[in-house]
Antibody
Framework: EVQLVESGGGLVQPGRSLRLSCTAS????????MHWVRQVPGKGLEWVSG????????HYADSVKGRFAISRDNAKNSLYLQMNSLRAEDTAFYYCVKDRGAGLVLPFDYWGQGTLVTVSS | QSVLTQPPSASGTPGQRVTFSCSGS????????VNWYQHLPGTAPKLLVY???QRPSGVPDRFSGSKSGTSASLAISGLQFEDEAEYYC???????????FGGGTKLTVL
């Protein structure tokens, strides 16, 4: 069974940093691209970032470009999102999401339960 | 404002057929396949339809997708109370060089 478990969310002040982690199991993590997708409470889904299975191809949404960094450790079956210079508008549930292919080919076929990041003073 | 346009709400009664629309442009739906997700509050979103019309294993054939030009649709037949959820369309956008979502349609089963 595919499982994606996010951690690292919490309350952080504007301008500070936070690192999210996602631990994967139930599939060969090294073979698939992975993404982060977020949802502001009560709003729709927004793709944040994605990287290919070999970390060669990386894309970011314009809203986080230059502030967030996605990475992965295939030996640890883990995906990360380093979030710097956080803003109030980054407050959201952050989902770890598996791609159906090795590149950023979509669809997102499995999602984690999400971790809440709250940016507030 | 979402790149893909979905009506904010829809409703139906048990047994009915409902459809959800998703409108985009040539840079997204026009040249890429569309995927649909079901999201119940507090749970992980679930892939319902991919590549416009394909269903993952385990998804009932009550759910069906279609695409024409720069628009796509999801249909649910034989509506059940358990179908009450938010439904999102998504695809790749060549101009933005990333995936984009619709704003979601909240389905209420009366």
């Amino acid at each position: 069974e595919v499982q994606l478990v996010e951690s690292g969310g919490g309350l952080v002040q504007p301008g500070r940093s936070l690192r999210l982690s996602c631990t994967a199991s139930g599939f060969n993590f090294a073979d698939y691209a992975m993404h982060w997708v977020r949802q502001v409470p009560g709003k729709g889904l927004e793709w944040v970032s994605g990287l290919s299975s070999d970390s060669v191809t990386i894309h970011y949404a314009d809203s986080v470009k230059g502030r967030f960094a996605i990475s992965r450790d295939n030996a640890k079956n883990s995906l990360y999102l380093q979030m710097n210079s956080l803003r109030a508008e980054d407050t959201a549930f952050y989902y770890c999401v598996k791609d159906r292919g090795a590149g950023l080919v979509l669809p997102f076929d499995y999602w984690g339960q999400g971790t809440l990041v709250t940016v507030s003073s | 404002q979402s790149v893909l346009t979905q009506p904010p709400s829809a409703s139906g009664t048990p047994g009915q057929r409902v459809t959800f629309s998703c409108s985009g442009s040539s840079s997204n739906i026009g040249y890429n396949t569309v995927n649909w997700y079901q999201h119940l509050p507090g749970t992980a979103p679930k892939l319902l339809v991919y590549s416009n019309t394909q269903r993952p294993s385990g998804v009932p054939d009550r759910f069906s997708g279609s695409k024409s030009g720069t628009s796509a649709s999801l249909a649910i037949s034989g509506l059940q109370f358990e179908d009450e959820a938010e439904y999102y369309c998504a695809t790749w956008d060549d101009s933005l060089n990333g995936p984009v979502f619709g704003g979601g349609t909240k389905l209420t089963v009366l």
